[in-house]
């Protein structure tokens, strides 16, 4: 017999409060009401609009009515996507989907609406059926939990669970005659979920987890480098992309070579020191594969092991391009030398910002401090480009090459597009 979990979106899949908000704001700025404060903006997470709009800000019926419309001008194109999904929820779904379960979505949110925002976070793929308001049907959580079953479902089959974060989802699970998970990192207390009777409650998404499938193990996460030239926007892009895949729910974790652990970042100080002038190329890339050799095992392996996302600030094709290419010590040498330290583990994609030497340079020497490898000359790092380029063209479908000559925020948007596109295929 399969198990079924029916979820909640708002407050158990997703935390939607920024979207909901800036609509309940348009919409009051727009009929002439005064800012609602954050007070009144919590209680609108969970009722129906009109409700809210009635109890919360006086209006009468037919201007909640009207403000009612006025907020989906908003939410409909905008507030919808300023959401995201709680950390750990892909994984949780992807666990039960790997043990064979059948996930549902019950939502008081109107269905369309609620498709789109499951498909713009690619949750699609993992729930067979989301039941939400259709029209001005506007059915009660025990119905949509009913309807969001499978076919033939039997009540007095043992293994139902309703999982959301607050009282209505679990007075709809006992209506319905299934059992019920109340969640505490929602919009609802523990006091609410254990006095509406939840059959268990868990605080956090791991709790859900370890309660619905003890001893599963983790599915795997995925392995991502971003590189370039020093000065191509490194920094920036990294932050910009940290944000977005946390906003998928993905669990990242952001780490950086040469360094990453205590080991790796000793190794880092001495490679880098601007005083060791006297360094040998091949000590040099050595270095770099003993640091590396050590942040594999101890960081990068095991973050995927969990599941997680692991960026990695720079990896191999750094050495290849730097130390094989600006360094010319031959681009096979430094992936023999590499080869006992990557030892198979590779990135399953890597950004490659795309700007030529000459801009690179330009644009660190207008920056800070210039570290041993930025004081190389400008041949060095016409070499180090050329290098890129070769690593490129020998494999074209892992890299992300991405024009890093315009605006921050449009490469931010190329690089994030394409970089979830492969996550989610992956998953
Ligand atoms: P990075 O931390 O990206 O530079 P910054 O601190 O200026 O942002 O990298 C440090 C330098 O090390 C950079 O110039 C590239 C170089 N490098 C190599 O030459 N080989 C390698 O294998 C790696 C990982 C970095």
Redesign the pocket.
Not at 130 to 157: N, Q, Y
Not at 236 to 244: C, E, G, H, K, P
Not at 350 to 367: F, G, I, K, P, Q
């Given at each position: 017999m399969r198990k079924c979990a029916i979820f909640d979106l708002d407050g158990t899949l997703t935390q939607s409060e920024e979207g909901i908000w800036n609509g309940v704001r348009y919409a009051a700025e727009k009929l002439g009401f005064p800012e609602p404060d954050a007070a009144t903006l919590r209680k609108f997470i969970g009722p129906p609009l009109g409700f809210s709009f009635r109890e919360y800000m006086g209006m009468d019926e037919a201007m909640a009515e009207t403000a009612t419309m006025t907020y989906r001008e908003y939410y409909n194109v905008h507030g919808l996507f300023e959401n995201r999904v709680y950390p750990g929820i892909r994984r949780l779904l992807r666990t039960l989907k790997q043990e064979g379960w059948y996930i549902g979505i019950a939502t008081g949110k109107p269905q369309k609406t609620s498709e789109r925002v499951v498909a713009h976070f690619g949750l699609d793929k993992f729930v067979e059926k989301l039941c939400g308001p259709v029209g001005d049907h506007r059915p009660g959580k025990i119905e949509l939990i009913c309807d969001a079953l499978p076919e033939g479902w039997d009540a007095s089959i043992d293994d139902i669970w309703m999982i959301g974060d607050r009282k209505f989802d679990i007075e709809g699970a006992i209506g319905a005659g299934v059992k019920s998970i109340g969640v505490g990192y929602g919009y609802g207390s523990e006091e609410e979920l254990r006095q509406a009777g939840c059959t268990q409650y868990c605080a956090t998404v791991q709790d859900v987890i370890d309660f619905l499938c003890p001893g599963a193990a983790a599915p795997k996460g995925a392995f991502l480098s971003i590189e370039g030239l020093?000065g191509s926007g490194?920094?920036t892009q990294i932050r910009l992309l940290t944000d977005v895949i946390e906003r998928f729910g993905f669990e990242l974790q952001l780490t950086?070579?040469?360094?990453g652990c205590p080991i790796s970042e000793k190794l880092?100080d001495i490679?880098?020191d601007k005083n060791h002038e006297e360094m040998d190329d091949v000590t040099?890339?050595l270095l770099?594969?003993a640091?590396?050799a050590q942040h594999v095992r101890q960081v990068i392996r095991p973050a995927v092991e969990a599941g997680k996302v692991l960026l990695c600030?720079?990896?191999?094709d750094?050495?290849v391009?730097?130390?094989g290419g600006?360094r010319q010590l031959g681009v096979q040498r430094v992936l023999d030398i590499n080869a006992p330290a990557v030892d198979g583990t590779m990135p399953m994609a890597t950004v490659y910002l795309d700007v030529d030497h000459e801009t690179s340079m330009a644009r660190?020497a207008a920056a800070?401090e210039l570290?041993r490898?930025?004081l190389a000359g400008d041949s060095f790092h016409a070499r180090?480009e050329a290098g890129y380029r070769e690593l490129i063209a020998r494999d074209p479908e892992r890299f992300i090459v991405v024009d890093a000559t315009r605006t921050p925020e449009e490469i931010g948007r190329e690089v994030a597009q394409r970089v979830l596109a492969r996550l989610m295929e992956a998953e």
């Amino acid at each position: 017999m399969r198990k079924c979990a029916i979820f909640d979106l708002d407050g158990t899949l997703t935390q939607s409060e920024e979207g909901i908000w800036n609509g309940v704001r348009y919409a009051a700025e727009k009929l002439g009401f005064p800012e609602p404060d954050a007070a009144t903006l919590r209680k609108f997470i969970g009722p129906p609009l009109g409700f809210s709009f009635r109890e919360y800000m006086g209006m009468d019926e037919a201007m909640a009515e009207t403000a009612t419309m006025t907020y989906r001008e908003y939410y409909n194109v905008h507030g919808l996507f300023e959401n995201r999904v709680y950390p750990g929820i892909r994984r949780l779904l992807r666990t039960l989907k790997q043990e064979g379960w059948y996930i549902g979505i019950a939502t008081g949110k109107p269905q369309k609406t609620s498709e789109r925002v499951v498909a713009h976070f690619g949750l699609d793929k993992f729930v067979e059926k989301l039941c939400g308001p259709v029209g001005d049907h506007r059915p009660g959580k025990i119905e949509l939990i009913c309807d969001a079953l499978p076919e033939g479902w039997d009540a007095s089959i043992d293994d139902i669970w309703m999982i959301g974060d607050r009282k209505f989802d679990i007075e709809g699970a006992i209506g319905a005659g299934v059992k019920s998970i109340g969640v505490g990192y929602g919009y609802g207390s523990e006091e609410e979920l254990r006095q509406a009777g939840c059959t268990q409650y868990c605080a956090t998404v791991q709790d859900v987890i370890d309660f619905l499938c003890p001893g599963a193990a983790a599915p795997k996460g995925a392995f991502l480098s971003i590189e370039g030239l020093d000065g191509s926007g490194k920094g920036t892009q990294i932050r910009l992309l940290t944000d977005v895949i946390e906003r998928f729910g993905f669990e990242l974790q952001l780490t950086r070579e040469p360094g990453g652990c205590p080991i790796s970042e000793k190794l880092r100080d001495i490679i880098l020191d601007k005083n060791h002038e006297e360094m040998d190329d091949v000590t040099e890339a050595l270095l770099y594969a003993a640091s590396r050799a050590q942040h594999v095992r101890q960081v990068i392996r095991p973050a995927v092991e969990a599941g997680k996302v692991l960026l990695c600030d720079r990896f191999v094709d750094s050495s290849v391009a730097y130390q094989g290419g600006g360094r010319q010590l031959g681009v096979q040498r430094v992936l023999d030398i590499n080869a006992p330290a990557v030892d198979g583990t590779m990135p399953m994609a890597t950004v490659y910002l795309d700007v030529d030497h000459e801009t690179s340079m330009a644009r660190r020497a207008a920056a800070t401090e210039l570290d041993r490898m930025e004081l190389a000359g400008d041949s060095f790092h016409a070499r180090t480009e050329a290098g890129y380029r070769e690593l490129i063209a020998r494999d074209p479908e892992r890299f992300i090459v991405v024009d890093a000559t315009r605006t921050p925020e449009e490469i931010g948007r190329e690089v994030a597009q394409r970089v979830l596109a492969r996550l989610m295929e992956a998953e």
